[in-house]
Structures are given as C-alpha cells and as structure tokens.
C-alpha cells in the first residue's frame, strides 16, 4: 500500500519567510510525527499527535514552529521567520501503535 | 552524556562479512529498541525492534538487547552491496510518544 508521503521535497525559502511542509500518513494510522535531521544533531523529534489527544508539543525548538493535524490525517508544519539554523530535512512519521513508526521520505528545507 | 551513543564510523566490509553495529544508552526505562536503514537522501526504514533484554532474528538481522549494559547491537550476516546505508539505532521514550535516535553508522560493503 500507500506509504508516508510529504511534500514539498526540497524546498529553498529566503532567511525571515514562512515555510509550510506537509505530511500525508499511512491511511488508518491513527498517530503521526515529525522529525527534523541534520548534519550536527542527528534526528531530533519535533511534535507528535495522536487521535484527537493534545499533541506532544515537547521537541519543537522555539515558538515559531508550529504544527497541525486536521480531520486526524493530513498534517502541516510550519516555520514562521525562517532562520539559517532551521535548514535541515523534516521527516514525517506515522503508526498505528507507537512502536512501529514509518517515515516519509523528508523534505528538505534550505534556509538562504 | 548525550541519552543514545552510536558510532558514527565509517565501517567499512567486503562482501559476506559479519557486521556488528551497537549503540549504548544512558536512561534505564527504555524498554523498546528498534533498528532503522536509511540510505541516502531517503527516509529511515525500519528493520526491526525489540522488547526489553534478548534476541530477535530476521533472516540476516539479529538484534539483541543487553539492559544491564544498556548496550543494543545489530548483527547482518552475510552482508551484501545493497545493504551499504546508514543504520540508525532509537529507543522510545518513556512516554510512548517518540523515538530517541543515535546519529547513526554509515557501512559500506564492498563487492
């Protein structure tokens, strides 16, 4: 079936513009996560939503990441006043218990 | 002391060697410890997990767990080309809610 899709693949923003990055889950995947990955910090977790629960919000970085999950499938990631240090791949997961994440192929942001 | 310590190598083999990757952690409440592939420029895939102390045997992969070292490995018999990657080790968190991931080991097989 239908893996973990995200898109955009690559994406090149100018430092101080907003970026929205989107996760399509594995259909019946009732949790989605995201990741970021780059050189220095390895795959850090960022925001993970289950079913209607309150996301886990603890991983994000600073206030001008956000993230949401509408209708419990799609979700979107959004980084307000990009700055240089955010440039990395954003990997999207999902799973049905929390064991078995499968991740998207990323996209990766380039912050100039 | 960062949570998940992984080797970043590179490690490099000809083919058929066995190949043993590891990773120390430092929290003891881990409980869940998987293993993931990523090949360049790709998402990680997951091999396989395990629970708690002990074995698990997929075709070439093994994996075991040792708690009282906190001390997980990865073993590839036989290794092939294909299996040149970046193997990432991770455990859950305590919360259930995500994966803490080492930096990774990059192999290379050679033909």
């Known amino acids: 079936g239908a893996g973990v899709s995200q898109s955009p693949s690559n994406k090149v923003t100018e430092k101080g513009k907003d970026v929205e990055l989107r996760c399509d889950p594995i259909?019946?995947?009732?949790?989605l996560y995201w990741y970021r990955q780059s050189l220095g910090q390895g795959l850090e977790f960022l925001i993970y939503?289950?079913?209607?629960?309150?996301?886990?919000k603890s991983g994000l970085p600073s206030d001008r990441f956000s993230a949401e999950r509408t209708g419990g499938s799609v979700s979107t990631l959004t980084i307000q006043r990009t700055q240089q240090e955010d440039s990395a791949v954003y990997l999207c997961?999902?799973?049905?218990?929390?064991?078995?994440?499968?991740f998207g192929p990323g996209t990766r942001l380039t912050v100039t | 002391q960062k949570e998940v310590e992984q080797d970043p190598g590179p490690l490099s083999v000809p083919e058929g060697a066995i190949v043993s990757l590891n990773c120390t952690y430092s929290?003891?409440?881990?409980?869940?410890f998987m293993w993931y592939r990523q090949y360049s420029r790709k998402g990680p895939e997951l091999l396989m997990y395990t629970y708690s102390s002990g074995n698990k045997e997929d075709g070439r992969f093994t994996a075991q767990v040792d708690k009282s070292s906190k001390y997980i490995s990865l073993f590839i018999r036989d290794s092939q080309p294909s299996d040149s990657a970046t193997y990432l080790c991770?455990?859950?968190?305590?919360?259930?809610?995500?994966?803490?991931f080492g930096k990774g080991t990059t192999l290379s097989v050679s033909s």
């Open positions: 259909s019946g995947h009732t949790a």
């Open positions: 997961a999902s799973s049905f218990g929390s064991k078995e994440q499968y």
């Open positions: 929290n003891s409440a881990f409980q869940y």
């Open positions: 939503f289950q079913g209607n629960s309150a996301p886990d």
């Open positions: 991770a455990m859950l968190n305590q919360a259930g809610t995500a994966l803490i």
